[in-house]
Each structure stands twice: as C-alpha cells, then as structure tokens.
C-alpha cells in the first residue's frame, strides 16, 4: 500500500468547515482513498472512501485532486464531538487486505 | 445488528501470564484483522485471518504472540508470558467475504491490556 502524509495537528472552530489535507503522491491506479478516525479510546471509525470522483456521505464529504494524488477530507460543519485523530489510508480493494494506518491529524474542534 | 465485539474490554495481567483476547465478528463477516495500538502511536496491523485460515500474520511477533479464528466461535488473540511493553489497546475489525466491500471495516472498541 502507498504511504500518504498528513499534518500532525489541526485547530477548526465549531460550526466552521474542517478541511483536512492527504498527500498519497505514489498511488497506484487500482488503490481507493479511504478515510477513517479514532475518538480518543475507542476504535476506528470509517468515515468515506473514493477511487477518482468525490464522494459524499451523511458524514462528510472526500476531494480527489483529477491527478490522485492528494485529497481533502471535509467535515462541513464540525462539532465537538468531530474531534479525533483522522486518519487517510490507501488501499487497493484486492489483494492485500490489511489498513496501513499512518500516524494521521489530531484534529480540535474549538468551541 | 451488533457490531465487533471485543472483551474483555479491560485485561490486567501479571508479568509471565498469559492473556487471551476474543473478538466477534459482525454477522456475516469471515475476515478478522488484529491491530494492536501502543500509548500515544498510531495503529500496527498484526494479522489478518479468514476461518480457520491464517492469511497474513506479517505484523506478529514471532514469539509469544498467537491467533487463532476456529471455524466455530470467536477470534483469538493469544500472548503468553506477558511482559510490561505488551501492554496496550489491542484492537480487532472485521469484513465481509467480498474483498470489494464499500465500507472498509468496522472495528470494535478494543481490548486495553495492562501488565503489572
């Protein structure tokens, strides 16, 4: 699996958009860009997924730059409770099966 | 519909004890994944298993550590001789059989085991 890049830490006050930016440069044409995050002691939790259009879901909604090579993750209206460690991980739907997760954003909702 | 099921959700052990963690998967998953999550680090896949079939087992520890997912009954996460730096958030997650699954996997709340 290609590894992605993430800043460490991110600050989005309540109620604003949170944009969280995934560099995965080496992607290869048969891997998906999936998202996940941890609230503080619980498991992971998927969020979205994409191969090469943007997707949205209840949750949020995922960016692909058309050369796939970066994306953007955005919460549109984060809250306290959207403050977790998030996760980008690329993954190709076949073969190997295991999540390679990075050491991600800690992202703070600030009220 | 349950979700993952891990228990004990806490295990406090003894050095030189073994520790054994069960995770059930959701209905209708037969892939079970082990990460294991030391303090304050991101997430270590450890391995990766269909019924009573190991398929990738790369992130073990070649000694001490053991997994197990019997044609009946829960995943098994076995470490023996439990030492202090096995202490941490052993976290397991599941999927369905087709390796195109649209949600990734669904993960359960963890198993937090502390030597003493």
């Known amino acids: 699996d290609a590894k992605t890049t993430q800043p460490p830490s991110m600050d989005c006050a309540e109620g604003r958009a949170a944009n969280l930016p995934c560099n995965h440069s080496t992607i290869s044409g048969n891997e998906y860009v999936y998202w996940y995050r941890q609230i503080h002691s619980q498991g992971p939790q998927y969020i979205i997924h994409?191969?090469?259009n943007n997707e949205t879901n209840e949750m949020a909604s995922l960016i692909i730059t058309e050369d796939r090579k970066s994306s953007t993750l955005i919460l549109p209206h984060a809250t306290l409770r959207d403050t977790a460690v998030y996760y980008c991980?690329?993954?190709?739907?076949?073969?190997?099966?295991?999540?390679?997760f990075g050491t991600g954003t800690r992202l703070t909702v600030i009220p | 519909n349950a979700g993952v099921m891990q228990n004990p959700r806490h295990l406090v052990r003894r050095r030189g004890q073994e520790a054994r963690l069960r995770c059930s998967p959701m209905k209708g998953h037969s892939h079970v994944y082990w990460y294991r999550q030391l303090p304050e680090e991101g997430l270590k896949f450890m391995v990766y298993l269909q019924k009573e079939n190991i398929i990738d087992e790369s992130g073990m520890p070649k000694e001490r550590f053991s997994a197990e997912f019997p044609k009946e009954g829960p995943s098994i996460l076995r470490i023996q001789q439990v030492v202090r730096g096995d202490s941490a958030a052993y976290f397991c997650a599941s999927s369905p059989p087709s390796q195109r699954s649209n949600y990734g996997y669904t993960f359960g709340s963890g198993t937090r085991l502390t030597v003493v």
């Open positions: 991980i690329v993954r190709a739907q076949t073969g190997a099966n295991n999540l390679f």
């Open positions: 994409g191969l090469k």
